[in-house]
T-cell receptor, first 113, second 110 residues
Framework: DAGITQSPRHKVTETGTPVTLRCHQT?????MYWYRQDPGHGLRLIHY???????DKGEVSDGYSVSRSKTEDFLLTLESATSSQTSVYFC????????????FGPGTRLLVL | QKEVEQDPGPLSVPEGAIVSLNCTYS??????FMWYRQYSRKGPELLMY????GNKEDGRFTAQVDKSSKYISLFIRDSQPSDSATYLC??????????FGKGTKLTVNP
């Protein structure tokens, strides 16, 4: 998984609670991404980062925030989890910022009850 | 019209068959074309990418891009049970985000 770890790998939470997912990489790549994957929708970009404290929104960013205080860590926060945020969340990196070569982590399965 | 269309399958073939996986797209501005393989309950794995039109080969895998038809293909020769996975196409227009197809689930039967 290209030196990417995600934690937790599985989480069950209740509607209305905040949830933070962590992506950790060991190779100091600048570009990191958060995606969600849902049946019928495929992979969709939530947020991405192009450096420490530099982040931008993707196509499905509502209800999510991100932070990147260190190169190696990219955090995704669901501010108040809803059932529609039940999904599998993937982190990705792109060496050198080349969008065409993104490498994905193992994913986090989130269930919001 | 969706930006990328990919038949979800499922596709089931016998071991040794040649597999053809395809995506169509609507925006002629796409320049980079990627194929990912995703095993069940795992993250997507980049197989190969192609810039602009033409073919690219890597072992048993060949990626083909026809920009005039807005059609991309991944061929798998001598398919193996270990090729059983979901295959995702992905496209982008330069510095922008990737646009993914929904994936085709492939099963190769021994």
């Amino acid at each position: 998984d290209a030196g990417i770890t995600q934690s937790p790998r599985h989480k069950v939470t209740e509607t209305g609670t905040p949830v933070t997912l962590r992506c950790h990489q060991t190779e100091n790549h600048r570009y990191m991404y958060w995606y969600r994957q849902d049946p019928g929708h495929g992979l969709r970009l939530i947020h991405y980062s192009y450096g420490v404290k530099d982040t931008d929104k993707g196509e499905v960013s509502d209800g999510y925030s991100v932070s990147r205080s260190k190169t190696e860590d990219f955090l995704l926060t669901l501010e108040s989890a809803t059932s529609s945020q039940t999904s599998v969340y993937f982190c990705a990196i792109s060496p050198g910022g080349a969008v065409e070569t993104q490498y994905f982590g193992p994913g986090t399965r989130l269930l919001v009850l | 019209q969706k930006e990328v269309e990919q038949d979800p399958g499922p596709l089931s073939v016998p071991e040794g068959a040649i597999v053809s996986l395809n995506c169509t797209y609507s925006n002629s501005a796409f320049q980079y074309f990627m194929w990912y393989r995703q095993y069940s309950r795992k993250g997507p794995e980049l197989l190969m990418y192609t810039y602009s039109s033409g073919n690219k080969e890597d072992g048993r895998f060949t990626a083909q891009v026809d920009k005039s038809s807005k059609y991309i293909s991944l061929f798998i020769r001598d398919s193996q049970p270990s090729d059983s996975a979901t295959y995702l196409c992905a496209l982008h227009r330069g510095s922008e985000k990737l646009v993914f197809g929904k994936g085709t689930k492939l099963t190769v039967n021994p």
